[in-house]
Protein backbone atom coordinates (compact mmCIF):
# COMPACT_ATOMS: atom_id res chain seq x y z
CA UNK A 1 0.00 0.00 0.00
CA UNK A 2 0.81 3.65 0.08
CA UNK A 3 3.50 4.83 2.19
CA UNK A 4 4.89 8.02 3.21
CA UNK A 5 8.43 8.58 4.54
CA UNK A 6 9.42 11.55 5.90
CA UNK A 7 12.99 13.03 7.71
CA UNK A 8 13.79 14.40 9.90
CA UNK A 9 12.10 12.96 13.03
CA UNK A 10 13.47 16.53 14.98
CA UNK A 11 14.97 19.69 13.69
CA UNK A 12 16.52 22.46 15.35
CA UNK A 13 16.79 25.91 13.71
CA UNK A 14 18.55 29.10 14.70
CA UNK A 15 15.65 31.56 14.43
CA UNK A 16 16.10 33.47 11.04
CA UNK A 17 18.00 30.41 9.00
CA UNK A 18 16.24 28.15 6.97
CA UNK A 19 14.24 24.76 7.41
CA UNK A 20 13.82 22.12 5.14
CA UNK A 21 11.83 18.83 5.75
CA UNK A 22 11.89 15.95 3.11
CA UNK A 23 9.27 13.36 2.26
CA UNK A 24 8.99 10.37 -0.17
CA UNK A 25 5.90 8.16 -1.74
CA UNK A 26 5.79 4.80 -2.55
CA UNK A 27 2.76 5.20 -4.66
CA UNK A 28 3.05 6.96 -8.21
CA UNK A 29 -0.97 7.42 -8.99
CA UNK A 30 -0.60 9.97 -5.51
CA UNK A 31 -1.23 13.37 -7.21
CA UNK A 32 -2.02 15.49 -4.32
CA UNK A 33 0.57 16.29 -1.54
CA UNK A 34 -0.57 18.43 1.32
CA UNK A 35 1.53 20.09 4.48
CA UNK A 36 0.15 20.46 7.76
CA UNK A 37 1.45 22.41 10.80
CA UNK A 38 0.40 20.69 14.30
CA UNK A 39 0.86 22.87 17.07
CA UNK A 40 0.78 21.78 21.22
CA UNK A 41 -3.17 21.07 21.99
CA UNK A 42 -4.72 21.16 18.15
CA UNK A 43 -5.35 19.46 15.46
CA UNK A 44 -3.09 19.47 12.18
CA UNK A 45 -3.56 22.53 9.77
CA UNK A 46 -3.29 22.80 6.20
CA UNK A 47 -0.30 25.21 5.80
CA UNK A 48 0.49 24.66 1.92
CA UNK A 49 -0.28 22.00 -0.94
CA UNK A 50 1.06 21.27 -3.94
CA UNK A 51 -0.01 19.06 -6.93
CA UNK A 52 1.55 16.33 -9.73
CA UNK A 53 1.19 18.91 -12.14
CA UNK A 54 3.53 21.63 -10.59
CA UNK A 55 6.89 21.67 -9.31
CA UNK A 56 7.09 24.38 -6.80
CA UNK A 57 4.63 26.57 -5.16
CA UNK A 58 5.80 29.42 -2.72
CA UNK A 59 3.26 31.14 -0.22
CA UNK A 60 5.38 33.67 1.66
CA UNK A 61 8.08 32.45 3.55
CA UNK A 62 6.77 28.76 3.10
CA UNK A 63 7.26 26.73 -0.02
CA UNK A 64 7.05 23.20 -1.57
CA UNK A 65 8.37 21.31 -4.29
CA UNK A 66 7.93 18.46 -6.05
CA UNK A 67 9.74 16.12 -7.88
CA UNK A 68 7.77 13.26 -9.35
CA UNK A 69 10.30 11.11 -11.30
CA UNK A 70 11.90 10.69 -8.06
CA UNK A 71 8.63 10.52 -5.90
CA UNK A 72 10.09 13.24 -3.53
CA UNK A 73 8.38 16.41 -2.06
CA UNK A 74 9.93 18.76 0.52
CA UNK A 75 8.96 21.73 2.56
CA UNK A 76 11.23 24.55 2.74
CA UNK A 77 10.40 27.49 5.62
CA UNK A 78 12.48 30.44 5.51
CA UNK A 79 13.46 32.93 7.69
CA UNK A 80 11.62 30.99 10.74
CA UNK A 81 9.79 32.78 13.65
CA UNK A 82 9.62 31.10 16.78
CA UNK A 83 5.66 30.79 16.13
CA UNK A 84 7.16 28.21 13.11
CA UNK A 85 7.95 25.97 16.31
CA UNK A 86 5.49 22.66 15.73
CA UNK A 87 5.31 19.81 14.46
CA UNK A 88 4.91 19.13 10.56
CA UNK A 89 3.24 16.29 8.89
CA UNK A 90 3.62 15.53 5.06
CA UNK A 91 0.88 13.82 3.41
CA UNK A 92 0.00 11.78 0.25
CA UNK A 93 -2.84 11.22 -1.61
CA UNK A 94 -3.93 9.36 -5.33
CA UNK A 95 -5.95 10.48 -7.93
CA UNK A 96 -9.78 10.24 -6.94
CA UNK A 97 -8.59 8.33 -3.52
CA UNK A 98 -10.25 8.89 -0.28
CA UNK A 99 -7.24 8.24 1.72
CA UNK A 100 -4.47 10.41 2.93
CA UNK A 101 -1.37 9.19 3.93
CA UNK A 102 0.61 10.97 6.31
CA UNK A 103 4.40 11.06 6.88
CA UNK A 104 5.56 10.42 10.45
CA UNK A 105 6.13 14.03 11.22
CA UNK A 106 8.72 16.53 12.01
CA UNK A 107 9.08 18.40 15.00
CA UNK A 108 10.86 21.55 14.45
CA UNK A 109 12.04 24.02 17.36
CA UNK A 110 13.22 27.23 16.33
CA UNK A 111 15.94 28.41 18.58
CA UNK A 112 16.05 32.04 19.82
CA UNK B 1 -18.01 28.74 13.27
CA UNK B 2 -16.46 25.51 13.47
CA UNK B 3 -16.05 23.83 10.60
CA UNK B 4 -15.21 20.09 11.94
CA UNK B 5 -15.78 20.02 15.79
CA UNK B 6 -15.50 16.46 17.86
CA UNK B 7 -16.40 16.21 21.34
CA UNK B 8 -15.64 15.29 24.28
CA UNK B 9 -12.20 17.02 24.00
CA UNK B 10 -10.87 14.83 26.40
CA UNK B 11 -11.87 11.21 28.05
CA UNK B 12 -10.61 9.73 30.71
CA UNK B 13 -11.85 5.94 31.47
CA UNK B 14 -11.45 3.20 32.99
CA UNK B 15 -10.21 -0.47 31.21
CA UNK B 16 -13.32 -2.22 30.07
CA UNK B 17 -15.27 0.23 29.90
CA UNK B 18 -17.68 1.46 26.45
CA UNK B 19 -17.32 5.06 25.15
CA UNK B 20 -18.10 7.09 22.12
CA UNK B 21 -16.53 10.08 20.47
CA UNK B 22 -18.85 12.23 17.93
CA UNK B 23 -17.80 14.26 15.38
CA UNK B 24 -19.42 16.86 13.17
CA UNK B 25 -18.51 18.86 9.94
CA UNK B 26 -20.60 21.96 8.48
CA UNK B 27 -18.02 21.92 4.82
CA UNK B 28 -20.54 19.83 2.60
CA UNK B 29 -18.26 17.50 2.42
CA UNK B 30 -18.89 13.72 1.50
CA UNK B 31 -15.93 12.21 3.24
CA UNK B 32 -14.66 11.46 6.73
CA UNK B 33 -11.84 10.47 8.52
CA UNK B 34 -10.76 8.78 11.81
CA UNK B 35 -7.59 8.86 12.57
CA UNK B 36 -5.54 7.98 15.49
CA UNK B 37 -2.64 9.94 16.82
CA UNK B 38 -0.10 8.03 19.44
CA UNK B 39 2.24 9.53 22.12
CA UNK B 40 5.07 9.65 19.16
CA UNK B 41 2.68 11.65 16.84
CA UNK B 42 2.12 9.28 14.21
CA UNK B 43 -0.69 9.68 12.67
CA UNK B 44 -2.69 6.67 11.34
CA UNK B 45 -6.06 6.02 9.49
CA UNK B 46 -8.44 4.82 10.82
CA UNK B 47 -11.59 4.27 9.09
CA UNK B 48 -12.99 6.56 5.99
CA UNK B 49 -16.31 7.35 5.09
CA UNK B 50 -18.14 8.70 1.73
CA UNK B 51 -21.47 9.67 2.07
CA UNK B 52 -22.52 7.68 4.73
CA UNK B 53 -20.87 4.30 3.63
CA UNK B 54 -17.48 2.68 4.80
CA UNK B 55 -15.00 2.49 2.15
CA UNK B 56 -11.77 2.40 4.37
CA UNK B 57 -11.28 0.38 7.48
CA UNK B 58 -7.96 0.11 8.39
CA UNK B 59 -6.49 -2.79 10.48
CA UNK B 60 -8.44 -1.37 13.53
CA UNK B 61 -9.58 -3.90 16.38
CA UNK B 62 -13.02 -4.62 16.02
CA UNK B 63 -13.83 -3.13 19.20
CA UNK B 64 -13.89 0.61 17.20
CA UNK B 65 -17.28 0.46 15.28
CA UNK B 66 -17.51 3.68 13.26
CA UNK B 67 -21.55 5.15 12.40
CA UNK B 68 -22.19 7.63 9.80
CA UNK B 69 -26.04 8.46 10.71
CA UNK B 70 -25.70 11.22 7.88
CA UNK B 71 -22.97 12.55 5.81
CA UNK B 72 -22.36 15.41 8.42
CA UNK B 73 -21.57 13.12 11.45
CA UNK B 74 -19.14 10.26 11.66
CA UNK B 75 -18.79 8.91 15.42
CA UNK B 76 -16.44 6.63 17.05
CA UNK B 77 -17.76 4.24 19.07
CA UNK B 78 -15.19 2.01 21.20
CA UNK B 79 -16.00 -1.45 23.18
CA UNK B 80 -14.05 -2.75 25.98
CA UNK B 81 -11.31 0.00 25.91
CA UNK B 82 -8.11 -1.46 26.52
CA UNK B 83 -4.83 0.94 28.08
CA UNK B 84 -2.92 0.75 24.25
CA UNK B 85 -5.95 2.54 23.23
CA UNK B 86 -5.32 5.76 25.10
CA UNK B 87 -4.03 7.96 22.23
CA UNK B 88 -5.50 11.62 20.83
CA UNK B 89 -8.17 10.36 18.03
CA UNK B 90 -8.81 12.87 15.29
CA UNK B 91 -11.71 13.18 13.01
CA UNK B 92 -11.55 14.73 9.95
CA UNK B 93 -13.88 15.63 6.48
CA UNK B 94 -12.65 16.73 2.95
CA UNK B 95 -13.78 16.21 -0.68
CA UNK B 96 -12.37 15.12 -3.63
CA UNK B 97 -10.58 18.61 -4.69
CA UNK B 98 -10.22 19.87 -1.60
CA UNK B 99 -8.01 19.10 1.72
CA UNK B 100 -9.01 17.53 4.87
CA UNK B 101 -10.04 19.54 7.31
CA UNK B 102 -9.38 18.39 11.05
CA UNK B 103 -11.31 18.53 13.91
CA UNK B 104 -9.49 19.70 17.74
CA UNK B 105 -8.61 16.04 18.42
CA UNK B 106 -10.36 13.61 21.39
CA UNK B 107 -7.60 12.90 24.04
CA UNK B 108 -8.67 9.61 25.23
CA UNK B 109 -7.28 8.18 28.56
CA UNK B 110 -7.78 4.59 29.68
CA UNK B 111 -6.53 4.03 33.28
Known amino acids: GENVEQHPSTLSVQEGDSAVIKCTYS??????FPWYKQELGKGPQLIID?????GEKKDQRIAVTLNKTAKHFSLHITETQPEDSAVYFCAARGMGASKIIFGSGTRLSIRP | DTAVSQTPKYLVTQMGNDKSIKCEQNLGHDTMYWYKQDSKKFLKIMFS???????INETVPNRFSPKSPDKAHLNLHINSLELGDSAVYFCASSSPQTLAFFGQGTRLTVV
Open chain 2, 49 to 55: YNNKELI
Open chain 1, 27 to 32: DSASNY
Open chain 1, 50 to 54: IRSNV
